[in-house]
């Protein structure tokens, strides 16, 4: 994923967007709306209702604290477990699809 901004609330639901490798297009259909209304809000144009903001964290697979304070809580992991995260977070998107069925496939047996 290319370096993208996490400043404000528009910044974090594109930087969302991008992490589930969705356009703004499917973002839209996802969320019954229109394309420009996801612009609209990426841009930091105008205020959004609270409910819109639970069902973007929703549709994004994020937390409402994310996308409004820039902050998650994070599980306490071992090192190990960490590094994997780590790891896996820096590969491009169709590497890490690879990895997840690579994984599956040894955590089946």
Same mark, same amino acid.
Not at 7 to 25: D, K, P
Not at 35 to 45: G, P, R, T
Not at 77 to 102: G, N, V
């Given at each position: 994923m290319k370096n993208v901004k996490e400043e404000t609330l528009g910044?974090?639901?594109?930087?969302a967007r991008i992490r589930n490798g969705i356009t703004q297009?499917?973002? $839209?259909?996802?969320?019954?709306?229109? &394309?420009?209304?996801? %612009?609209?809000? *990426?841009?930091?144009?105008?205020?959004?209702k609270q409910s819109m903001i639970v069902e973007l964290a929703k549709t994004l697979g994020t937390t409402?604290?994310?996308?409004?304070?820039?902050?998650?809580?994070?599980?306490?992991?071992? $090192?190990?477990?960490?590094?994997?995260? &780590?790891?896996?977070? %820096?590969?491009? *998107?169709?590497?890490?699809?690879i990895m997840l069925l690579q994984m599956r496939a040894v955590a089946k047996r």
């Amino acid at each position: 994923m290319k370096n993208v901004k996490e400043e404000t609330l528009g910044q974090r639901i594109r930087a969302a967007r991008i992490r589930n490798g969705i356009t703004q297009e499917q973002l $839209a259909e996802a969320m019954l709306a229109k &394309k420009s209304m996801i %612009s609209y809000y *990426e841009n930091d144009h105008g205020d959004m209702k609270q409910s819109m903001i639970v069902e973007l964290a929703k549709t994004l697979g994020t937390t409402v604290e994310y996308l409004v304070c820039g902050t998650q809580k994070t599980p306490n992991l071992d $090192a190990d477990s960490a590094e994997l995260l &780590k790891l896996f977070a %820096s590969l491009d *998107e169709s590497t890490r699809q690879i990895m997840l069925l690579q994984m599956r496939a040894v955590a089946k047996r």
